[in-house]
């Protein structure tokens, strides 16, 4: 099936920093990806919608000037959280769009994830 | 407004010993329901998409079933590596539109 790869899976930064989270779709072009936050023991919360060559959509309480998404090709989409706070400490998942169905039916992907701790 | 429940929140099970999990929802112009496992730490894992009310698809002792208000995911014999995190997700499925996510039940099997 398709994949979707995330990187970096794990990321330890200082508090005031930045840090970027990519997210590539290895087989396929998506147009749209989605990026997620999970609290431990939480279902995912959607933060915002990329689409490629246009603005992020984001939800309703994500603030957008610290979270910049970035969809600039096809296959790529990054996440970059300014001026990190221990608050922000969470797992970014991220997911992807293939508009063509496989076999089983499936067209969302999801990436491994990545656990931002901030210090 | 769009919403989806999932029931039960944890569920513990002897090795062996079949169950089912619901999953209701609410929302306007379903286009497909998923269901997915995620182990901790880990990003989820696609296990099946159900389109329309009667659908059932089957892989290895799971098996999803849909009607107009609810999915089940059945789960026969269970094993220990069977333990997960089973989330349910609805989505109309139409470009740029995200999926929306209950919040999980938690599958722990004892051997």
């Known amino acids: 099936g398709a994949v979707v790869s995330q990187h970096p899976s794990r990321v330890i930064c200082k508090s005031g920093t930045s840090v970027k989270i990519e997210c590539r779709s290895l087989?396929?072009?998506?147009?749209?990806m989605f990026w997620y936050r999970q609290f431990p023991k939480q279902s995912l919360m959607l933060m915002a919608t990329?689409?490629?060559?246009?603005?992020?959509?984001?939800e309703q309480g994500v603030e957008k000037d610290k979270f910049l998404i970035n969809h600039a090709s096809l296959t790529l989409s990054t996440l970059t959280v300014t001026s990190a706070h221990p608050e922000d400490s969470s797992f970014y998942i991220c997911?992807?769009?293939?508009?063509?169905?496989?076999?089983?039916?499936?067209?969302?992907?999801f990436g491994e994830g990545s656990w931002l701790t901030v210090v | 407004e769009d919403q989806v429940t999932q029931s039960p929140e944890a569920l513990r099970l002897q090795e062996g010993e079949s169950s089912s999990l619901n999953c209701s929802y609410t929302?306007?112009?379903?286009?497909?329901l998923f269901w997915y496992r995620q182990d901790p730490g880990k990003g989820p894992e696609f296990l099946f998409t159900?389109?329309?009310a009667g659908e059932e698809k089957e892989k290895e002792r799971l098996k999803a079933t849909l009607t107009k208000k609810e999915s089940f995911l059945h789960i026969t014999a269970p094993k220990p590596e069977d333990s997960a995190t089973y989330l349910c997700?609805?989505?109309?499925?139409?470009?740029?539109?995200?999926?929306?996510f209950g919040k999980g039940t938690t599958l722990s099997v004892s051997s």
């Open positions: 997911s992807a769009r293939d508009i063509q169905a496989d076999s089983s039916g499936n067209t969302i992907y």
């Open positions: 087989d396929f072009q998506a147009t749209t």
């Open positions: 990329s689409n490629e060559g246009s603005k992020a959509t984001y």
């Open positions: 929302v306007s112009g379903l286009r497909g």
């Open positions: 159900l389109y329309s």
């Open positions: 997700a609805v989505g109309p499925l139409q470009a740029g539109t995200a999926l929306i």
